[in-house]
């Protein structure tokens, strides 16, 4: 059985222009959030363009999967717009921040290793 990588959902409405989209990828592209984040109203304090091209929009307070959800790079827009200053982060390359109104940091990643 061949399987299916879902790399976008559903297509949905936003509170947000066309024109006010930064992204070079779709706002439907999956990106991974968290739980503290969507839910809870958690800051984004760490965000991640990896080096397969998904993004991760995190809080930086909980790194266990139960924690994770997956989203619309949309919403995670929406429910801070300030990441859309991150859009140009090239991949492989992340950043975080110390507070909601703190500047961002930049860095690449660590080449990820094809070793077990």
């Given at each position: 059985m061949e399987q299916t990588v879902v790399d976008q959902v559903d297509e949905h409405d936003h509170r947000f222009s066309k024109k006010e989209w930064p992204f070079s990828d779709l706002p439907n592209s999956v990106a991974?959030?968290?739980?503290?984040?969507?839910?809870?109203?958690?800051p984004v304090l760490r965000v991640s363009h990896d080096f397969d091209g998904d993004w991760q929009v995190l809080c930086g307070t909980t790194t266990d999967v139960k924690d994770a959800l997956i989203v619309c790079l949309g919403c995670a827009f929406q429910r801070d717009p300030s990441i859309g200053s991150l859009a140009?982060?090239?991949?492989?390359?992340t950043a975080w921040r110390?507070?909601?109104?703190?500047?961002?940091?930049?860095?690449?990643?660590?080449?990820?290793s094809d070793e077990e």
């Amino acid at each position: 059985m061949e399987q299916t990588v879902v790399d976008q959902v559903d297509e949905h409405d936003h509170r947000f222009s066309k024109k006010e989209w930064p992204f070079s990828d779709l706002p439907n592209s999956v990106a991974i959030s968290t739980r503290q984040v969507i839910r809870d109203g958690y800051p984004v304090l760490r965000v991640s363009h990896d080096f397969d091209g998904d993004w991760q929009v995190l809080c930086g307070t909980t790194t266990d999967v139960k924690d994770a959800l997956i989203v619309c790079l949309g919403c995670a827009f929406q429910r801070d717009p300030s990441i859309g200053s991150l859009a140009d982060m090239p991949r492989g390359w992340t950043a975080w921040r110390e507070s909601a109104t703190a500047l961002w940091t930049r860095e690449p990643k660590e080449a990820e290793s094809d070793e077990e």
